[in-house]
């Protein structure tokens, strides 16, 4: 049995470690989804727990398959997550399926989790569509409203209000006014598909203010799960304890230098992961 200071020491652990739930698709290739959040999750200094809501057949050229999980057992999953761990904040992926989006956001009404990120995912790097057209408006009626940021790349933007995918800067702002009425308490746009662009800027939307992250683009074919990495990242800074801006700019900074150490990795022949452990591997001075 274990001493009283034991049990206390523990009962401590409990309370302070800051505790991410992802709940996303599995990538069997292992560079985006859930394997990318558990890694940056990890990497960030927070401890990952997740819930699985498909099953695709991956790589880095493409997704050869989809297998959603029934919304019954991504429930399961959530209660045996919710009612066990102190889960201070919680990042969502793919989704799939309007079942699946209604049972997501039942459950954190009911569990009221202090932090939600939303990344609403819709197409892979490759191109292969992840989100059913038919589940974006249960998407945009359900849960961007509870999110206290959501973190759409400019195709996922356009499609969630319905206009063409902005090709520059200032397309990207004339845009902010419909993204601030999907509900959410803040956007994260990511402006990394401008490639014409000398930087990757991306427009932090809040309700009265909007504040620019920039940094230069760094050329690389390995950006295979930048936006699932980047949103874990967001999520596991909030759980922390970091103000949402602050959050923001380290997240930033967090997948900069996972994209500029990308071309350390030498894996698959399409688009390689981002090196989530880079800090790792940086030789020392």
Known sequence: MPSLHTTALLSTLSVTTPIVLTIAGSDSGGGAGIQADIKAISATG??????????????????????????????????AVFSDLNVIAVKVGMLSDSNIIHSVAKKIKQ????????????????????????AIESLKSELLPLADVITPNLPEAAALIGVKIPQNEDEMTAIISELRQ??????LLKGGHLEESINSTDLFIGADSVERLSTARIETRNTHG????????????LAQGYELQAAMASGKQYIT???IHADELNVGQGYGPVNHFFALHTPES
Do not use: H, R, W
């Open 257 to 259: 230098q996972a994209i």
């Open 46 to 79: 927070s401890y990952a727990c997740s819930v699985i809501t498909a099953l695709t057949a991956q790589n880095t050229q493409g997704v050869t398959g989809i297998y959603p999980i029934s919304s019954e057992f991504v429930e399961q999953q959530l209660d």
């Open 182 to 187: 999907l509900g959410a308490k803040s956007v």
């Open 111 to 134: 569990y009221t989790p202090q932090y939600l990120v939303v990344d609403p995912v819709m197409v892979a790097t490759s191109g292969d569509l992840l989100l059913q057209s038919s």
């Open 226 to 237: 930048t936006g699932c990495t980047l949103s874990s990242a967001i999520a596991s800074y």
